[in-house]
């Protein structure tokens, strides 16, 4: 959902502060379209670039890019390194091993 109103045939650009699975910007794409207004694009601040999504976004910065400029500046234990790796490369099988779910549900 969102606050306000959108005149008709509007269009948005949807801003978040980050994304996983991309589940709430469908359902704020969702909520814009029953207000009859249209989506012009996605923008996330970070996205963990972790679970496939058909939803298309543009981020400033991923997972991926703070794990190499942590390594590139030597900004963390190397085992800090390892645990970041190991959670992008498994993020199911991570959670799972330290409590969390395993699966995402739609």
């Keep these: 959902q969102f606050e306000g109103y959108f005149a008709k045939d509007a269009r948005a650009l949807l801003v978040d502060d980050l994304t996983t699975d ?5 359902a704020m794409n969702k909520a814009i379209l ?3 207004a249209h989506v012009a694009g996605t923008f996330v601040l970070f996205s963990y670039e972790i679970f496939p999504t058909k939803f298309h976004f543009e981020h400033l910065l991923c997972l991926e890019d703070l794990i190499h400029a942590a390594i590139a500046k030597n900004l ?3 085992k800090d390194i390892e645990t970041l790796q190991a959670f992008q490369s498994n993020p199911s099988q991570w959670s799972y091993e330290h409590g969390g779910i395993a699966i995402l549900e739609s």
């Design 22 to 26: 991309g589940m709430t910007k469908v």
């Design 34 to 36: 029953r207000a009859q």
């Design 76 to 78: 963390l234990p190397i």
